[in-house]
């Protein structure tokens, strides 16, 4: 970390003065260094060539330092891996703080190598930013919003319109395990656990899926808010089919299992950050995990259930001990229960 | 949860189901007392493997259902009261009373927390000595130790900001309404495994013999249900009515004692207003004598007038077996998660949220 000449983040820096000025030039710009960055004016100019996808998430996690991670490279891969869903490769990214007054630097510090880590990693650059700062109480340490433009990959055709009776569902890995990392970490549950985020880059994984089987690649999502069971839900509704799967073959870690049962949650509706499903033509179903399960990000990747004309709208699971359920939306937060 | 598994091995499933529609051979009700035991039936599709011979009825044993919207009304009052902190188990918060629940309090600016423990309520009041902190002790035996423990605790350190609003509630005086109602179909009881780990068996007895019913303590797990549910027919078959434990792994003949003898220092047997069904005589705890500083309905006056349940709601008839959820007119259409008009659709534990969320029947009506 180099020397700055404060050790909190006051208002002033995000006044739009000398003291913002000192804070970018002192920090901010040298991590993030790139030629269009380096441009230092209001926006970024650049050329794109071919079909792109465009992208917003906002990112207000508490704690913002989470086993696994922080609130900085999610907010990269966050951003990166909507682009990847739309099958496309995040390119630019816009990136603009909001912090609240009082924040150390060397958080701040810490979220900013998040960042330069989650961008190196991604190989994306970012090319705009802004920062302001909120009075104290107003904010919760830093949120942080990003946007990106990528380019779709030529053979990449993903919709749910193309979802057909017979597709299968395929989840690229262990569920749950970002929710129940940060719940770990929240004041007054805090559990002592090796549970750590699966906040992670998909662009590198989706695109080598495309360039392999494009087309037959029909959908992919990733499962945060909600988890796995609102996608689906999402899915069921929109498409009028069914959507059936084996709680047997989702994969989930023996201690993020373990959590859940104890604070009452349903993995199934717990968020995850560096997962994705994918909704691919059955005749690809084992070459997809074939491929998946040599990536870093597809290492417990399984097939969990098929797309189905049977109880349309709806998601069916068949139970461990072979009984079937529903499995709904979820109706407002999971709450932890009483015993 | 490796040691669990083996409660949810599909082989065993299938030979306790094999075993039950080899000995079936009469119609037999059975109620499951535990909102707990309730979900685990609905959520691995156990319903509709049992003989149909063999109907499960769900019982009062969800301690957020059977809190009473006056006492939710208590918990709104003192969270909206200056300088308070009210803390709850997390899914006390989205019940509705007459007015508001605790999360539409929380959102209005009260300070509302979930917590896991009592025992972090009291830490919460020995760091913030100029606030009132009021835990709000719901539940059945099962939560009453550690929230006795919390009061225990907060008095052996002079800690005075602290009190409990109890609304504990007991299973057998509420076995005894539903067995003692004209309308009784119930021929079997599950007991509920939690409960007995702190209580033991011992109040059972006198239940079984007066009401000539068998009572088997159970677990959660599937293969605990169905052991649980042979257990009951089995006795029903042969025409006895023992009191059973299935539930060896976790509950004791005597109970925890320990826990026990906690509850008995801080609480006293009280009548009890259960929602949906009414007031049973000597059916919950209260903060006694010896701890009155502790017990926030006398430490605070609560002024707000008493609040009539919500008539188009049928949560009495369900808790007491006479109906199912999905025979409630509003089932599924004015009553939603979302929009309850009773505690049963709200908790997580709650037989309507059950059969809401995982019942493909019941999403079919």
Known sequence: MPKF???????????????????????????????????????ASFSLEGKTAFSTDSYVISPIFFPGGNIGELAIYGTVNDLAMCGAEAKYLSLAFIIEEGMTMESFWIVLNGIKRAIDKAGVKIVTGDTKVVERGKGDHIFINTSGIGIIHPKANIHHNRIEVGDQIIISGNIAQHGIAIMSKREGLEFETDIVSDSNNLNHTIIALIEELGEDIKFLRDPTRGGLASVLNELAEIRKLGFVIDQNSIPIDDQVEGACEMLGLDPLYVANEGLFVAIVKKEVATKVLELLQKDENGVNARIIGEVTDTHVGKVMMKSRIGGHRVVGYLTGEQLPRIC | MKFLSEYRDPELVKEYIQELHRITTKNWTLMEICGGQTHSLVKNGILDMLPEKITMVHGPGCPVCVTSVSVIDEAVWLAEQPNHILCSFGDMLRVPGSKKSLLEAKAAGADVRILYSPLEAVELAKQNPT????????????????NALSVVHAAQQSILNYSILASHVLVPPAMEAILSDEANIIDAFLAAGHVCTIMGLEEYYPVAAKYKIPIVVTGF??????????????????????????????????????????????????????RGIGSIPQSGFEVNERYKLYNARLKFHIDIPFAEENKECISGDIMKGLKKPKQCPNFGSKCKPEHPLGAPMVSSEGACAAYYHYSSDAIAQ
């Open chain 1, 5 to 43: 000449d404060f050790d909190v983040i006051t208002l002033g820096h995000g006044s739009g003065g000398l003291l913002t000025h000192r804070l970018l030039q002192s920090g901010v710009f040298d991590i993030l260094k790139n030629d269009l960055l380096d441009q230092q004016h209001d926006g």
């Open chain 2, 131 to 146: 606030k009132e902190v009021i835990f709000f002790a719901v539940g059945f035996e099962t939560t009453a130790p550690a």
């Open chain 2, 221 to 274: 797990e599937p293969v605990d249900l169905l052991q649980g549910i042979l257990m009951a027919v089995n006795q029903l078959e042969k025409e006895e009515y023992k009191v059973e434990n299935q539930y060896s792994r976790a509950v004791l003949r005597e109970g925890n004692k320990m826990a026990k003898d906690t509850i008995q220092k801080v609480f006293s047997i009280s009548d009890r207003i259960w």
